[in-house]
């Protein structure tokens, strides 16, 4: 026994000898530096259209027997009046219960037998019918969604559930400050457009009927607004027929609504008062370039280093140096012809003013100093290693194909996309952000206890404040 113990001293002694050992060891160590990113490699595309105007994508892909169908609308919240907020997402559910020779179980029912769902989601530019199953069932498939896309039931009886859905949910949008921000943010930036109504009302929701969804419906879906887009392994000819003879007899239906908004850059302070609140959630940000504008790539690589990245400036900067916030971010958020530049934090309630200065302070700090070499390589890597990955899944790769399409930015986006990420100089991130990220002229809402913050953000009332 006493020889036992003596052997079980040893080994932990050697066991620890070990781990420190191996510890000092990977300490001296530096792993070896990662590859660039390949190119995108698109496969295959088959195109075509049918004689009513609606569009097809095939793109065969992968080798998982699963296909995904998404049928792409463009209707959506652009479509809305004022005192249609949230129309089209409630039209989107009530496409969920039914259709006129199908119920909702019998939709839901058919679509688990081929080993998927379907799924209905209105945005600011269209509305997605989606179905991802086993590659066997691609034309059954097609039929469903044909049916579900040409022939919804809008069934009454299922306006009350839904219309006490939507209240609830608004009530929990109204209670959370980053909602709150965000809404506040796009009625500075599109005060007289639909992209500027984020919340919805509950005398509005009141005022749906399956006869306003009908009428919705009616007036904005239609085989001249849609793309069909199918990506994974799937027998193309069989799929091509299958649609062919599911969405020839569709409505030609309206041309899409082309309504552009017209924004403008200027210092604004809006402040949305949450007494007693220990954070304040931060927006800062103004219009910027669309994806149709040359500079556009050079711009997302600058927004990536400025702050769209865990490892980008401002978060290097508010979160782990001075710990004024746990997760801020910056972002290009794009709808058609239209975009803006935004950095999104909560921060705590007494740096709040401080926050601005050094997100101001490294915009500056961009615009006067172009970024090292080194900097920069590891912001395209990241970005051009994303791009890759985000593509190598179906609905991944159909996303990109829907917002090159709806962009009008051609057939070779994909493919020459990591180059052109990879062409940007330290000089023309530099130039982007002098040219775009105009900092007095920057729209900033917080959301926040107003008494506690007033002092801190007084100087940021002044279109001539900025960081140092």
Partial sequence: MKNLK??????AFLTMACGLSFAQSAEKQTPPAGSAPKPFKLPKVEKFSLPNGLQVTLVPFGSIPKVMIDVTVRAGNLNESASQVWLADFTGELMKEGTSSRTSEQVAQQAAGMGGAVSVAAGPDVTQISGDVLSEFAPQMAQLLADVVQHP????????????????QLSVQKSQPQTLARERFYQALYPDHPYGRILSSDSIINSFTAETAKKFYDDNFGAARTHIYVAGKFDPAAVKAAITQAFSSWKHGSEPLIQVPTTAAKRELDVVDRP???????YVGLPTIDPS????????????LLGGSFGSRITANIREQKGYTYSPSSQISVRYRDAFWAEVADVTTAVTGPSLKEILYEIDRLQKTAPSD????????????????????RAGLIG?????????LGDDYLETY????????PEQVQQMASKYILSDKLTIVL??????????????????????
């Fill in 6 to 11: 003596k052997t079980l001293i040893a080994v």
């Fill in 153 to 168: 039931l809008l069934p009454e009886s299922a306006v009350t559930r839904l219309k006490q859905d939507f209240h609830r």
């Fill in 276 to 282: 007693g609140a220990a954070q304040s959630t931060v």
């Fill in 293 to 304: 504008n040359s500079d556009f790539i050079q711009l997302q690589v600058m927004n990536t």
């Fill in 374 to 393: 080194t900097e920069l390589t590891g912001v395209k890597n990241y970005l051009g290693g994303l791009f890759v990955i985000q593509n190598s899944s």
């Fill in 400 to 408: 990109r194909l829907q917002f090159s399409d709806l962009h009008k």
């Fill in 418 to 425: 990591v180059q052109k990420v990879f062409s940007v100089t």
């Fill in 447 to 468: 959301v926040g206890d107003k008494a506690k913050i007033a002092d801190q953000i007084a100087p940021y009332q002044n279109s001539n404040a900025g960081g140092n």
